[in-house]
């Protein structure tokens, strides 16, 4: 059984910035790919970025010099640092993270967190 935990969401001004965490915990031998993807109400959830254990970040068009990932490997925990925020960032954010247990691999989400920004 695995875990995401997010916390960080909030309410927030036009260009302000809210920085979001996300901790797995359970049986995990490994994380691949930890990432976060948002859901505005009326629209599909879409990628805001995404870090591999190696190789390149992928961040969304709309974020890209915006937005920061990072992660924690240690900790099992990944961040996002969101500044210059817009109205249209508001969204329902969700942690994402490709697992490896000792059984399976799997894709496991967290139960997402609310920013809205908003004046």
């Known amino acids: 059984q695995v875990e995401l935990v997010e916390s960080g969401g909030g309410l927030v001004q036009p260009g302000g910035s809210l920085r979001l965490s996300c901790a797995a915990s359970?049986?995990?031998?490994?994380?691949?790919?930890m990432g976060w993807y948002r859901q505005a109400p009326g629209k599909q959830r879409e990628l805001v970025a995404r870090?591999?254990?190696?190789?390149?970040?992928n961040y969304a068009d709309s974020v890209k010099g915006r937005f920061t990932i990072s992660r924690d490997g240690a900790k099992n925990t990944v961040y996002l640092q969101m500044n210059s925020l817009k109205p249209e960032d508001t969204a329902v954010y969700y942690c994402?993270?490709?697992?490896?247990?000792?059984?399976?691999?799997?894709?496991?989400w967290g139960q997402g967190t609310q920013v809205t920004v908003s004046s």
């Open positions: 870090i591999p254990s190696s190789g390149s970040v």
């Open positions: 359970g049986s995990i031998l490994s994380i691949n790919a």
């Open positions: 994402n993270a490709h697992v490896s247990t000792y059984y399976t691999r799997n894709d496991y």
